[in-house]
């Protein structure tokens, strides 16, 4: 029983505001179960105003998402600005945020549909980034100012990403004859696929509690989608 009212005093103390007694930081929380419970939570809360909000799990059960998206100006046919929260396999989490296009239900991926999201995340390359967006926090609610880049937030652009926006990686075969993918070829921008182009940041757990992560991705969707070009 004492270790159940530890926890509860865990669960409790992660959802209050920073300013009220009692309030924990997320890295009380090393029972992977607790965080499962913390981030359907945040989900659910940020639900109220973000409806495409979730709680995730990978595969492996080891790594806990919060993800909300914001639909981007003029393609609601699968554009999404994307702000999504990975925590469990180091000390902290971790903000990815930037652009994710979807290919429609019953569609292919189409050298459109890759031209459209490469091309927005290059109009918003100077945004997309740790200095920018920490910069951006400081003025307009610096109790956000939970991030930190242990390394850099973006990758050094690697071989002809011009000819897997034309072709995509199926038709885009390297000339070793390999398959090509991200590791082989990639924008200057994290993500998975030709649709995803983000930023990583690190989020300091020992700073953060509930409340921060809810305004933290709420945040971070604002100040993409006021900066998405006319």
Known sequence: MLVLGVWDE????????????????????TQ???????????????????????ARINDGGWLRFIKSWQVIRGEDAGGYFMAELPWGSKPGGELRF????????GKTE?????????????????????????????????????LECKKSSRLTAKGDWEH??????????????????????RPAFY?????RFQAMIDVDFGSACGQDIEDLLDATLTYLAERQPA
């Not at 499962?36 to 109220?48: C, E, G, K, P, T």
């Not at 459209?116 to 610096?142: M, Q, R």
Request: net charge positive; hydrophobic share 40%; glycine share 8%.
């Open 164 to 185: 897997v926006v034309r072709h995509g990686f199926a038709g885009a075969d390297l000339p070793d004859g390999k398959k090509n993918n991200r590791r082989r070829t």
């Open 10 to 29: 865990q669960t409790a103390g992660v959802h209050r505001p920073p300013e009220e007694e009692g309030s924990l930081p997320l890295n009380v929380l």
């Open 110 to 146: 189409s050298k459109e549909l890759r031209r459209a999201a490469y091309d927005l995340a290059c109009n918003l390359d100077s945004h997309i980034s740790f200095l920018a967006f920490k910069e951006h926090l400081e003025d307009v609610d610096p109790r956000l100012g939970l």
């Open 32 to 54: 992977k179960f607790l965080a499962r419970v913390f981030s359907r939570r945040i989900a659910m809360d940020l639900r109220n105003w973000r409806p495409a909000t979730y």
């Open 98 to 105: 930037g652009v994710n296009f979807a290919v429609p239900v």
């Open 191 to 195: 993500g998975d696929g030709a649709l």
